[in-house]
Every structure is written in structure tokens, then in C-alpha cells.
């Protein structure tokens, strides 16, 4: 077990290094003095500059100023917009929790729709349902996010008025920002109507969440699917009917675990998947996250906030992947493939 | 009344060329008490026999039988779910690999102890009961022959030996108390001592337990050591059946005198670097199947009547389907 932590922990650790080696050299790549790239602010003077060349080490070598920038990540230093002029780290840490809610809502509500669905579809293989939700699941999964969320906004706004046209939550409510999750924000803070206040941001968030949510659970549906029909002709399979368990039985003590065990990893690869939805997503909503401020920052040239924005997004897609990987790797008891039973 | 009578059981597959009759007009009867051997070349549809009987057959298939009871029930019209009762309680089945018949993700013990039928426990608590079958569990795994019975339930099919792994699978076939156990070729890979171990373990269950054996296998030594009775199988026909010392001091049919000719260890008279005999050619694939007698194109003995299928004949309780048996050149 330990192996597979350090394998896993130095997987991250070398993926983060690169990321952040990119990173910097984002701010000699970008159109530009580096030094603007880097800190975000505009030289207004020769001192000035000299400040700013000592503390980006501009002076030294590449390695030391590459040094210098990582101590000033870890420092939470991680420049200015230069749009808005407010430090980038907070900036982020302010947008971030925001595209994490809704990816972790649509997340949950896939994995809640896809995989009994594509247990079903897996079970009934070569049937009427087989093929209807498969069906259901090519559409799902070749309609584009964006403009699935422009017909919802359509459909659901403009003509039935059934749900709110964007952002996340009225402006009635004034909800102060702790952790940066609607939902926790709102039962955190101490204003009136509650209830109201989280009715509301609900419905901000259906919208949404059921964009990304179709596509994501027409993945997890068909991962499943394949995962299932590989299982249930196994010999083990086989065995376990001829002891005399039933349907019900065999697959929940032992289709199901088999099934599922291999697609963990899976799932864990399609988070990328689920964070660029999520983003784009965020834009067309107006859904304050990260996708949409990275946008605005493409948009206004905001190189700095560009190259901070980017090394978050990645790293917390290299973390979770990472991390998922790590946790079906130890799930799985067929890891250690020693045997410790003789004659 | 035979435990278990099959007659002329026709399963048909479908293949690219159209539905191939994989078995063709098998008969087999197992009686109480009995160890029958079924013998035949690989390939030769005994694998598909049991899945015949246990019920393993995909849906799509055709199968056809005169006769295919179990206790006087009809095996092919009964439903599903009394089919379960019976695989639960009186059949069990050890299959050919048995790495491959265990779950990978659950322990030995989850495994075994999940097939012990809820009679066998005495009333009481939930926590009562599964340390009830904690102890049926250890008793099985000491009777099959598995010293370390604690280790062995904690741990996972990948990590325990492949004999051990077949013992297991013969405890947990054990554990309804079956009236019938099918060995599908239990001791294929292992080497001898192993498998006289396993053959004892059977052996001895006949003799104790009253259990009744259908042997799959090809190992012909290891038959003759334990079966009763047998039946040969070629190319999903069976061309001869009756009783093990009949058969193998008077074959009948020339498949069965050249497939014990062929185990030169059943032949005394065998002079040393003497060429073993063996019949030409090789058993056909499914797609190209010969009409009539399926050995035609092989047998020594082959004549024009073969292309049509023999019918069935008898000698007191030896049984073969032949044009021309070997006990006509004698008369």
C-alpha cells in the first residue's frame, strides 16, 4: 500500500513541476515584458523596475528566477490582475470554489443517473432497453454543452419563465463570501430568509448543472455499460449462478464490485472533461467561476491572470486525477499480486 | 429411477455459416450413487454437456430433448426459479478453471460462506449466523483438505495456489450437501500427487456421502481408477456407454478401442520404442462437421451406411451406436 502512495505522490509531485515550469515560462512566451507577465503591474518608473527586477530576480539566472517563483506561489504572491489589479490568488480563490460546486453537483447527479442506467443497459444487453438507452446516451453525449445551454435558457427562460436567466443567486440576497460554496455560504451567514435565499440559488443552479450533468452521465452510462457486459459472462459469473444465486443476487455480490472496480480510474479521467464543461458552462450562465473569469482574462489580455488561472485549473485537475487513481488503487484487492497461501 | 436421464439432447449453436448441431442425440443417465466418466477428445462438446445441465446454455441457442429429467422433473420446461432451487440444493459444479470461477474482489471466505443454504443454520441472531457459517466454512475447508482453513478463507483467489484453489472449489460445491457433483475436468494441469489427493477426495465423498459424480475428463488413468460407469463422447455424439470394465475389456465401438489403444498405459503387451497407435487425422471443427457417424472420415471400419446416423443398440446395459461394431468380426 505505501508503494502506491509514494508511486502516486511522486506521479503529482512531477506533474506539478512541470505545470509550474510551463507556467512560468508562460511569462516569456506571452507577447510582452516578462516582468509585466510575471507581477501584473504597469512600470511606472526606472525604481519601479528595480524593485520589481529585485524581487522576481531578474537580475540572476533563469533557475534562480524560476526559484524565486515558486517561493513566491507558495507565498500566495501570485501577482496582480492586470485588469483589475487585485491580487490573482485571491481573485482565484474567490472564483475557483464556485466552478468546484457545480462541477461536484453535476458529478454526483451523473454518477447518480449513469451508472444504475448503464447497470441496466449492461444487464439487458442486446435488449429493447440496451438500445433505447444507448440511443438516449449518443444523443446525450453528441450534443454540444453550449448550445444545450443556450436552448435551456431559451426553453426554460425566455419562454416558460419557469427558471432564472443566469448568475448564481438573486441580487436581493446578500450573501457574504466565507467559503465560496452558495449553498454552505448561505447557511454560514445570518441573514433573513434563509430558506428563500436557498431556494433561490437552487434554482440558479438547476440550469447549469443539468448541462454538464447530460453529458457527463451519457459517459458514465456507456462506461458502465461496456464495463457490465465485459463482467457478466465470466466464469465467475457462471460459478456463482450454478450455486444457485439469483439474478438480484449474483450481481450485488459480485457483478456489481467487478464492474465498477475497473471504471474508477475511468471516471477519474473524465474530470477533464467535466471542468471544460463546467467552464464553459459558467460563461454562457454567467455562473461566476473560474471558466468564466479565465474568459474575461482572454478576452482583456490579462496575461497574468491567464498564466495563474491556467497552473490552478491543471493543478487541481492533475490532483484529483491523481487522487481518484490512487484511491482504486487501493480499493482493489487484487493490488498485491503475491500469494501468501501455501501447502 | 435414474437421478439424472438425458435422452438425445440436440444443442444447437449459431455460427456464421448458419445453426451448427454442436451436440447431436446425446444420451447420458447418472444413478444414485454412481461416478459416471464422460469421455471424449477436447472439442468434443463435454464442456457444453454441462453447461447443458447446469443451465449455462446462452438464451439464444437451440436446445432439444426427448428426455432431460432430474429426479422424474423436467430440466428444459421447468422455470427458472425451480431451477435455481435444484442448482441451490442437489447439483453442484466444479468447473475447469477454477481461478477463473472466483469472484477476484471478494474474499474466499465472503464466497464460501455465501452458498451455504440458510437451513443448514440454526436459528439466531444475524451475528449468531454468520459466525455459524464461519465454522460450517472451516469444517469444509478441514474436510476437503486445507490445513490453514483461517488464512485461506481471509484471503483473495489471486493469492492462494491453484490446488488449493480447486480443493476450495470442490468445499464450496460441497456445501448444499449435493445429491450430484459435475467435475468438469478438475485435475487438468496438475501434477500427479495433487491429483490423486483431489481424486481420493472424490472418491471417498461417493463412498460416504452417497454422491453421485458425472467426471469430466480426458485423463483416462484417472477414470479408470474411480468411475463406475462411462460414456464416450466424439464430436458431440455419443458413440458408447455402459459399464468402466466392460467397456475397457470390450469396446464396441472403434472410436473407444482406439481411444484406450492410445494410453499406452493401459496396454501391458506394449513393447519398448513400438509406435503407439493413434487414429488419422484430427477431430473436425464445429463449422465442418461430417454427416452421419461424425467419426466416419476416420474410422478404420467405415462404410457406405455411415453416412446415416447409427441408431442407438444394446448388450444388457452396454449401450453404442455403430453400423458395424467390433464384436461382429468375431461372430
Not at chain 1, 449492461?122 to 446525450?140: C, E, F, Q
Request: hydrophobic share 45%; net charge positive.
Amino acid at each position: 500500500m505505501f508503494r502506491y502512495i509514494v508511486r502516486h505522490f511522486n506521479l503529482l509531485v512531477v506533474t506539478l513541476f512541470v505545470l509550474s515550469l510551463f507556467s512560468f515560462s508562460l511569462a516569456y512566451l506571452f507577447p510582452g515584458d516578462p516582468l509585466v507577465n510575471l507581477s501584473g503591474e504597469t512600470i511606472q518608473s526606472e525604481q519601479h523596475r528595480e524593485v520589481l527586477i529585485e524581487k522576481y530576480r531578474f537580475n540572476e539566472s533563469v533557475v534562480l528566477q524560476y526559484t524565486r517563483y515558486i517561493g513566491l506561489l507558495f507565498e500566495g504572491d501570485w501577482g496582480l490582475s492586470k485588469s483589475s489589479g487585485l491580487p490573482l490568488y485571491d481573485e482565484i480563490m474567490h472564483s475557483l470554489p464556485a466552478s468546484i460546486e457545480l462541477a461536484t453537483y453535476a458529478l454526483l447527479l451523473s454518477l447518480i443517473i449513469g451508472i444504475p442506467l448503464g447497470f441496466l443497459a449492461g444487464l439487458k444487453h442486446h435488449k429493447a432497453t440496451d438500445y433505447s438507452l444507448l440511443a438516449i446516451s449518443v444523443m446525450g453525449y453528441s450534443v454540444p454543452v453550449f448550445w444545450m445551454a443556450l436552448l435551456m435558457i431559451l426553453v426554460f427562460s425566455l419562454q416558460l419563465g419557469w427558471l432564472p436567466l443566469s448568475g448564481r443567486i438573486s441580487l436581493l440576497f446578500d450573501v457574504p463570501h466565507t467559503s465560496g460554496f452558495i449553498l454552505l455560504d448561505i447557511m454560514l451567514s445570518d441573514i433573513k430568509n434563509k430558506e428563500t435565499a436557498i431556494v433561490n440559488a437552487l434554482q440558479h443552479m438547476v440550469m447549469p448543472v443539468l448541462s454538464i450533468t447530460i453529458v457527463t452521465s451519457a459517459i458514465i452510462l456507456r462506461l458502465t455499460r461496456r464495463s457490465v457486459i465485459e463482467v457478466m459472462p465470466k466464469g465467475f459469473i457462471q460459478a456463482a449462478y450454478t450455486r444457485g444465486l439469483s439474478d438480484y443476487q449474483v450481481f450485488m455480490r459480485h457483478g456489481m464490485r467487478n464492474s465498477l472496480l475497473p471504471i474508477i480510474p475511468l471516471l477519474a479521467m473524465q474530470s477533464t472533461t467535466l471542468f471544460t464543461n463546467a467552464m464553459i458552462v459558467e460563461v454562457i450562465y454567467s455562473w461566476p467561476g473560474i471558466g468564466d473569469w479565465l474568459i474575461q482574462a482572454i478576452y482583456q489580455r490579462d496575461f497574468p491572470a491567464i498564466r495563474a488561472g491556467m497552473l490552478a485549473v491543471s493543478a487541481l485537475v492533475v490532483l484529483l486525477t491523481v487522487s481518484i487513481d490512487l484511491f482504486a488503487k487501493l480499493i482493489d484487492p487484487t493490488r498485491d499480486k503475491s500469494a501468501h497461501v501455501t501447502i | 429411477m435414474p437421478l439424472l436421464d438425458i435422452k438425445n439432447l440436440t444443442l444447437e449453436i449459431d455460427a456464421a455459416g448458419g445453426w451448427i448441431k454442436a451436440l447431436d442425440m446425446v444420451n447420458l443417465t447418472i444413478d444414485s450413487g454412481e461416478i459416471r466418466a464422460l469421455v471424449g477428445e477436447s472439442g468434443s462438446g463435454k464442456s457444453l454437456i454441462v453447461k447443458a445441465i447446469v443451465g449455462a446454455i446462452p438464451e439464444h441457442w437451440r436446445i432439444r430433448a426427448d428426455r432431460m429429467t432430474w429426479k422424474g422433473r423436467d430440466l428444459l420446461t421447468m422455470s427458472v426459479a425451480e431451477r435455481r432451487i435444484i442448482m441451490r440444493n442437489d447439483i453442484a459444479v466444479v468447473f475447469q478453471d477454477p481461478i477463473n470461477s472466483l469472484d477476484p474482489s471478494a474474499s474466499l471466505g465472503q464466497q464460501l460462506m455465501e452458498s451455504i443454504p440458510n437451513q443448514l443454520l440454526e436459528k439466531g441472531w444475524i451475528w449468531n449466523r454468520n459466525q455459524q457459517r464461519r465454522q460450517i466454512a472451516t469444517k469444509l475447508l478441514h474436510k476437503v483438505g486445507i490445513r490453514e482453513a483461517e488464512l485461506c478463507l481471509r484471503s483473495y483467489p489471486h493469492e492462494i495456489a491453484d490446488d488449493i484453489c480447486q480443493k476450495f472449489m470442490i468445499a464450496t460445491a460441497l456445501v448444499s450437501a449435493p445429491r450430484l457433483l459435475i467435475a468438469d475436468d478438475p485435475t487438468r494441469g496438475m501434477e500427479i500427487t495433487t491429483k490423486t489427493q483431489i481424486l481420493k477426495l472424490m472418491t471417498q465423498l461417493n463412498k460416504t456421502r452417497d454422491l453421485s459424480i458425472l467426471f469430466v475428463s480426458h485423463d483416462l488413468l484417472a477414470i479408470s481408477s474411480m468411475a463406475d460407469t462411462m460414456t464416450v463422447l466424439y464430436c458431440g455424439q455419443t458413440v458408447e456407454s455402459g459399464k468402466m470394465t466392460q467397456l475397457r475389456k470390450r469396446p464396441l465401438h472403434p472410436y473407444t478401442k482406439a481411444l484406450l489403444d492410445s494410453a499406452p498405459s493401459f496396454r501391458k503387451d506394449l513393447p519398448p520404442k513400438s509406435t503407439l497407435t493413434s487414429l488419422n487425422g484430427s477431430i473436425p471443427t464445429f463449422q465442418h462437421l461430417p454427416i452421419g457417424c461424425r467419426l466416419g472420415p476416420r474410422c478404420p471400419r467405415a462404410q457406405k451406411e455411415c453416412v446415416k446416423v447409427p441408431n442407438v443398440r444394446r448388450i444388457h446395459e452396454h449401450y453404442y451406436s455403430c453400423h458395424f461394431p467390433l464384436h461382429r468380426d468375431q461372430q
